[in-house]
Nanobody, 123 residues
Framework: QAQLAQSGGGRVKPGGPLKLSCTIV????????MGWFRQVPGKERDFVGR???????YVADAVRSRFTSTRDNAKNTMYLEITDLEREDTAIYYC?????????????????WGQGTQVTVSS
């Protein structure tokens, strides 16, 4: 059974940077399209970004200037780098994966999920 293991997150001051990681185990990473989502209590899981198996990225308009998603197929890992964090970025961040070249911005498109990591932006 394939799994995604997340790391990173925590409490960060406004304006600071943050890097999240998501590593796949027991599946070939380079045939898995990946995505990032975030969720706050009482709301739906919102799309943040996605990345194809070849590394093409698509980031949500609202965060495109501050969020960057990359992948390292040799390390079976995807990254989300955030700069200039805002309090509104406070959420649980999830990575998702699905077999295939590309994925959609709909969380229902993903087959497996990481455990989630809390990001809290606070001074």
């Amino acid at each position: 059974q394939a799994q995604l293991a997340q790391s990173g997150g925590g409490r960060v001051k406004p304006g600071g940077p943050l890097k999240l990681s998501c590593t796949i185990v027991r599946r070939t990473f380079d045939s898995t399209a990946m995505g990032w989502f975030r969720q706050v209590p009482g709301k739906e899981r919102d799309f943040v970004g996605r990345i194809t198996t070849s590394g093409h990225t698509y980031v949500a308009d609202a965060v495109r200037s501050r969020f960057t998603s990359t992948r390292d197929n040799a390390k079976n890992t995807m990254y989300l780098e955030i700069t200039d964090l805002e309090r509104e970025d406070t959420a649980i961040y999830y990575c998702g994966g699905k077999r295939g070249i590309s994925s959609r911005e709909d969380p229902d498109d993903y087959e497996i999920w990481g455990q989630g990591t809390q990001v809290t932006v606070s001074s």
